[in-house]
């Protein structure tokens, strides 16, 4: 029998497909183990607002094939004040809620530990993020639904690249992660990717499109991270077109077109996976860990290192992209 007799879960920072999936999956493994639940709105936000509500199975019925999270999100600005962690608390108490489920980016996980500590609560993370960028999980959920959009947009851009002999720079999402773009620019067949991870050396992008063009291509598309580093679709598309006015460019944002959808089936039993794993955590008695996944396997990874790591791309796949793009 647990110690815990009720959990809350909440999730926070960008919503991400999958995360209804990990809702469900949560909700129902709590109360398998004898535990109640109860569900936090929009985040951080909702133990400020005391928007808390019961979850029982049939509250997270028919929610596995949606995108977005049925308990809204939010960024919560009182949360990362003292006073209002302390409010969040004592909400916790009145509620009987004795640890907490916290689906989310970066930003969710910092809150949780930062909450974690100084109260001694037990919490435990699940990595929802379309960014894949948290360290210790192979992939967060919502990253391959987000991938998968993206492949399509991509598909359907190259129609009129091709009709028109254009050159198209799209730029993707994934904050101040490369993965989307890169793995999006393999999966979709581009021709190049510029990620923050790799900063490229303004010749290394004119020696790039000019192969492309020699190699007798008569149209190019480049996927872009969005960040400073690489200054975003507009900004690379603004430096070729001055020094290629030969080329007829065309920059296209996906922008958060990438954050909706039905979760694949991947994210789907990932979320589901990882809200199991969950309670499974708590009954073992971890806390302050996220759930990740190592090659296919379950793993808790401290919110100290899930956090201040950063998560290497994987190199290989540029070379993958180079070569498979001639
Ligand atoms: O973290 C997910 C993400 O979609 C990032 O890729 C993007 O930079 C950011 O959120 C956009 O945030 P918002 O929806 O608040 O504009």
């Not at 009987?96 to 993370?125: C, K, S, Y």
Request: hydrophobic residues 40%.
């Amino acid at each position: 029998m647990s110690r815990f007799k009720c959990i809350g879960i909440l999730t926070s920072g960008g919503d991400a497909p999958g995360m209804n999936a990990a809702i469900r999956a949560v909700t129902r493994s709590a109360i398998y183990n004898g535990m109640r639940v109860k569900g936090i709105y929009r985040g951080y936000k909702g133990l400020i607002t005391r928007e808390i509500e019961e979850f029982f199975n049939q509250n997270v019925s028919n929610i596995i094939q949606r995108g977005g999270t049925i308990l809204k999100t939010a960024r919560c600005l009182e949360f990362k004040t003292p006073e209002g962690r302390k409010f969040a608390y004592e909400r916790l108490q009145e509620e009987g809620i004795d640890a907490l489920v916290t689906i989310g980016g970066d930003g969710t996980l910092t809150g949780a530990r930062i909450f974690a500590q100084e109260f001694n609560f037990p919490i435990v993370g699940l990595p929802g993020t379309i960014d894949n960028d948290l360290y210790g999980t192979d992939t967060t959920i919502g990253y391959d639904t987000a991938l998968n959009t993206i492949m399509e947009c991509v598909d359907r851009i190259r129609d009129t690249a091709t009709s028109h002999d254009r050159l198209f720079f799209i730029e993707v999402m994934g904050r101040d992660a490369g993965f989307l773009a890169l793995n999006g620019a393999v999966a979709a067949g581009a021709e190049a990717a510029l990620i923050p991870e790799i900063s490229l050396e303004k010749d290394q992008l004119a020696e790039m499109i000019e192969n492309g063009f020699r190699k007798s291509k008569n149209s190019s598309i480049v996927l872009v991270a969005e960040s400073e580093v690489t200054g975003g679709a507009m900004g690379v598309a603004e430096r070729v077109k001055k020094e290629y006015p030969q080329f007829d460019v065309r920059v296209s944002i996906l922008g958060h077109l990438q954050r909706g959808g039905s979760p694949t089936a991947q994210d789907r039993i990932l979320a589901t996976r990882m809200g199991v794993a969950a309670i499974e955590a708590l009954l073992e008695d971890q806390r302050n860990v996220m759930i990740g996944l190592q090659n296919n396997q379950i793993v808790y990874v401290p919110f100290s290192k899930a956090i201040k790591n950063d998560k290497p791309i994987n190199r290989d796949l540029l070379n993958t992209l180079q070569v498979s793009s001639i």
